[in-house]
């Protein structure tokens, strides 16, 4: 079992930053590809950024290609989602997700409870 926790999000106006956090507990870490997904209402979950374990491999979407950076701290057990650039179609609730391999399907073995990110104009 792994348990996720993010922290992070909040308000911010377009333009802005933030750095979400996701903190993992349970089982080693370091076995997982990590992921986030953000799910705006009334639509399924959308893959946004993966990190493999060890952090040489990263994907992103193309809509925050080049906005957002994924990245990962094994000693710490952290994964993080750096953010600039923000649009107020980034709105949504973000969720950290871990299994054994980086995909963008939202399948994924653990997830978080979610952080929601409101963009203002």
């Known amino acids: 079992q792994v348990q996720l926790v993010e922290s992070g999000g909040g308000l911010v106006q377009a333009g802005g930053s933030l750095r979400l956090s996701c903190a993992a507990s349970?089982?080693?870490?370091?076995?997982?590809?990590m992921a986030w997904f953000r799910q705006f209402p009334g639509k399924e979950r959308e893959f946004v950024a993966g990190?493999?374990?060890?952090?040489?491999?990263?994907d992103y979407a193309d809509s925050v290609k080049g906005r957002f950076t994924i990245s990962r701290d094994n000693a710490k057990n952290l994964v993080y989602l750096r953010m600039n650039s923000l649009k107020p179609e980034d709105t949504a609730v973000y969720y950290c997700?871990?299994?054994?391999?980086?995909?963008?399907?939202?399948?994924?073995?653990?997830w978080g409870q979610g952080t929601q990110v409101t963009v203002s104009s």
């Open positions: 990190i493999s374990w060890r952090g040489g491999i990263t």
């Open positions: 349970g089982r080693t870490f370091t076995s997982y590809a």
């Open positions: 997700a871990a299994d054994d391999r980086m995909r963008r399907r939202p399948d994924y073995e653990y």
